[in-house]
């Protein structure tokens, strides 16, 4: 069938979602997958812990990195375009992860899957958003968001049969079969002329490019390594000053370029502007249960790996129920309630978290998760959906990247953050121990005690940002579904056909 037909049907914009969505899973199964693989990849190559975590660090550092510069050049070629020309990088790149000969091999190989991932990410929301019309982008958002929760079930799954079954390296390669099955979708149904590129620029910004990934990846380099070297090492600050000249350097040349990769023009807009800020602190709050509360059910509760698992499906079935309702609903009543009570909700979560200790019932720790998880949903799918709806469609896929760079550079701050607040706490009390020993000595020594002080003071601290930004999400500025004035009436009807 082809794409032509397709794009002239009533339900195409479906469509588009299925294609788009295929490589969503895609990324997202893989980036479960392979976390699960990481210890069995340590002992196949004899290495250490500080080594094998680049697999992971690798491809998420260069994905923020060049989310930016993938998404502004969608809008100048075309996303189709940009989409496919990742995909094929992805492929190869999981092809030639799968037969590393050594671990430095499989950290460069998954860098260069990072690029593909990067050229999709930065597109394919951006393709989802156009194709819906206004009226309906808050239900294209959240079911997308469904999606994304869909694959951080399957892939801790998949990722943990394919290891016993089939052994480590085939965590990279069903990436092939599963990128060539969603490469097939998109040239079958995604018709270019209905993402076609801005013919007002033509022009590159090729020093942005550089000077955004540049800061960036200072900015997230330094971020990660600032709890082992220390906050304070001449490393880090150095990194920190660097980060400050580069961020300031693209921001005047921003406003000097002919044709900008990002126009800054776009944070004038309150409810833009308020949107990202808020998207990135709802993500820290996100990435603090994430990544704390596995070591507190391991080291307090005395939970298996497994068992820990299972806990946390809550957190995705919450994330996928609540995604799609929520963005449907805001497309009728607006964003403003979703992101406030969604915040406020998420909030409540995470100060159950900072009450828990070693004498707690499983039922309270289910009750955190299920009230952040979903109001967590609850914000995300309207707070994205008011984030498009502020910009003109034309800058779609510089948003799209936006967006997915607020979630990954905040899931790195998240975890720094709350590893530097537990880790200061601990020191405090007397330990200086890392704070992956707890689950090994903290019962014996008290070090456990420690743990759960800081790990309160961390959870208290991200839930007092959440309701902050739940109050900053009251002075977001007009609450009314319309179609912004920069989209045409043709455009709207093209984009629901």
Do not use: C
């Amino acid at each position: 069938m082809r794409a032509m037909n397709l794009s002239q049907r009533e339900n195409y914009k479906w469509w588009v979602f299925a294609a788009v969505a295929l490589g969503t899973l895609t990324s997202v199964i893989n980036n479960g997958s392979v976390i699960v693989a990481v210890p069995t990849i340590a002992q196949h190559f004899g290495t250490d812990l500080s080594t094998v975590q680049w697999v992971v660090i690798a491809e998420g550092l260069t994905v923020s990195a060049l989310l930016l510069p993938m998404g502004r050049l969608s809008d100048i070629v075309g996303r189709k375009q940009v989409y496919v020309a990742g995909l094929i990088i992805f492929i190869v790149a999981a092809a030639l992860a799968g037969m590393s000969p050594n671990i430095a091999a499989l950290i460069v190989f998954k860098g260069m899957q990072g690029i593909g991932a990067a050229m999709t990410q930065g597109t394919g929301l951006a393709m989802v958003t156009s194709v819906f019309p206004a009226s309906e982008r808050g239900k294209g958002i959240g079911t997308h968001a469904s999606v994304v929760g869909t694959g951080g079930v399957i892939g801790p799954v998949a990722g943990g049969f394919l290891v016993v079954a089939l052994g480590w390296r085939w965590v990279f390669f069903i990436n092939i079969w599963m990128g060539l099955l969603t490469m097939i979708a998109v040239l079958i149904i995604i018709d270019s002329r209905a993402f076609r590129a801005d013919t007002r620029v033509r022009t590159y910004d090729l020093l942005g490019a550089v000077l955004s990934s540049a800061a960036l990846l200072t900015f997230l380099l330094a971020v990660t390594n600032g709890a082992r070297t220390g906050w304070l090492s001449p490393t880090i600050v150095t990194a920190g000053i660097m980060f400050v000249i580069l961020a300031a350097v693209f921001i005047w040349w921003q406003g000097r370029s002919p044709s900008p990769m990002l126009d800054l023009g776009l944070f004038k807009n309150r409810v833009f502007a308020l949107g990202v800020a808020t998207g990135f602190i709802s993500f820290l709050g996100v990435t603090s249960v994430r990544f704390l509360l596995p070591f507190f059910l391991q080291a307090a509760l005395g939970y298996s790996p497994g068992q820990v698992g299972l806990v946390m499906v809550p957190n995705a079935i919450s994330r996928i129920i609540m995604g799609p309702l929520s963005g449907l609903l805001s497309d009728r009543y607006g964003y403003r309630m979703f992101n406030v009570a969604g915040l406020l909700l998420a909030a409540s979560g995470l100060f159950v978290f900072s009450t828990v200790n070693e004498s707690s019932s499983l039922a309270v720790i289910l009750i955190g998760v299920v009230l952040q998880s979903s109001g967590s949903g609850m914000f995300q799918s309207p707070n994205n959906s008011s984030i498009f709806g502020a910009a003109d469609p034309s800058k779609h896929g510089i948003v799209a990247a936006l967006v997915n760079l607020t979630r990954n550079s905040a899931n790195v701050t998240g975890v720094a953050v709350a590893t530097a607040i537990v880790t200061a706490v601990m020191a405090s009390q007397g330990f200086d121990a890392n704070i992956d020993e707890v689950i090994e000595s903290g019962k014996e020594t008290g070090m456990l005690g420690a743990f759960n002080s800081g790990l309160h003071i961390a959870y208290l601290i991200m839930g007092s940002l959440l309701v902050v930004g739940a109050l900053a999400s009251l002075f977001k500025g007009r609450d009314r579904r319309e179609v912004p004035e920069s989209e045409t009436p043709s455009t709207s009807k093209k984009a629901s056909s």
